[in-house]
Every structure is written in C-alpha cells, then in structure tokens.
C-alpha cells in the first residue's frame, strides 16, 4: 500500500494561498458578469470557446473538455444558453450520435459587449499585482500543471 506524501509546511501554505487566491479570482469573475451581462461565468467560459471554434461550433464533447466540465453539466448549461437565444444545438451532419453547439449571433453579440469588462477584471484581479517577470513564471507554473493532462484540464 502507497504511503500518503503530507503537505509540507511551506507547501501547505502554498496550497492555501493558491486556493484562496483561485476563489479570489472565479468570485470576481462571477460577480463581475453576473452584473454586467447577466451570466455566470461558466456561460461566458462556453460563449467564448464557441466564439473561438471554426464556423462558431463544436461538438458538445469538445466543448466539454474545452471548459473542463462533464457532459451532463456542460448540457444543463448549453440547455439555458439555448432557451436565451445564444447557443443553438443540432445532430452531427455526419454523426446522428454526435450533438454540435454553435454561437447564434445574438449570443457573439452577448459575448462582444460582455468581454470588455471581463477582460477588465481579469487583469485587476491576476495580471495588474504581478510584475512581468511574474506573469512569465505564472504561465509556466500553469503549463506544468496543466501538462501531465495533455494540456486538457481535467473534468471538474
């Protein structure tokens, strides 16, 4: 049986701070759209990897594993975005298994008007405390992370 590695006194405080800092971050975010565009910040996370996405659509699996989350969530959340206009789903032209989310207009529109504030808070929350020597160092951290999960954030 695998001995259990305990955090050590500076990695515990370490694994602290990144968690306070993490829910820091996702709480600003969420408050900040909420107030703005009337959306979480889940929604908007799917906005734009749909904005992104050849043709503004991908598969719902794709679209899952882009926003790190579970089929069953992502299609409560694809479900809400449909019922406001901004996201529409159809079958696979090719695939009848397989079900394409794509961006309606209304919802590029949504996501255009949105993503000037979020950008805004992005950087007052993570980027404007660091220097750019410690942005650097971030997105390695984050690589590194990030990596041993082929660059794919695990399901959440």
Not at 33 to 44: C, E, K, T
Not at 78 to 99: A, F, I, M, N, P
Not at 136 to 156: C, F, K, S, Y
């Amino acid at each position: 049986m695998k001995s259990t590695r305990w955090l050590s006194d500076d990695e515990q405080k370490v694994w602290r701070t990144y968690l306070l800092a993490n829910q820091l971050l996702w709480a600003a975010l969420d408050r900040q759209l909420q107030r703005d565009a009337g959306m979480p910040h889940a929604y908007y996370m799917i906005l734009a990897m749909l904005s992104e996405a050849p043709n503004r659509e991908l598969t719902m699996s794709q679209l899952a594993r882009m926003v790190g989350s579970s089929p069953s969530r992502l299609s409560h959340a694809v479900s809400r975005l449909e019922q406001t206009g901004w996201v529409r789903r159809r079958k696979h032209d090719t695939d009848g298994r397989t079900t394409v989310a794509s961006l309606t207009d209304d919802g590029f529109a949504v996501l255009a008007a949105a993503a000037p504030g979020h950008v805004d808070e992005v950087r007052s929350i993570l980027f404007d405390p660091l220097t750019p020597e410690q942005v650097e160092q971030l997105g390695e951290i984050v690589a590194a992370i990030v990596a041993p999960h082929n660059g794919r954030v695990p399901h959440v």
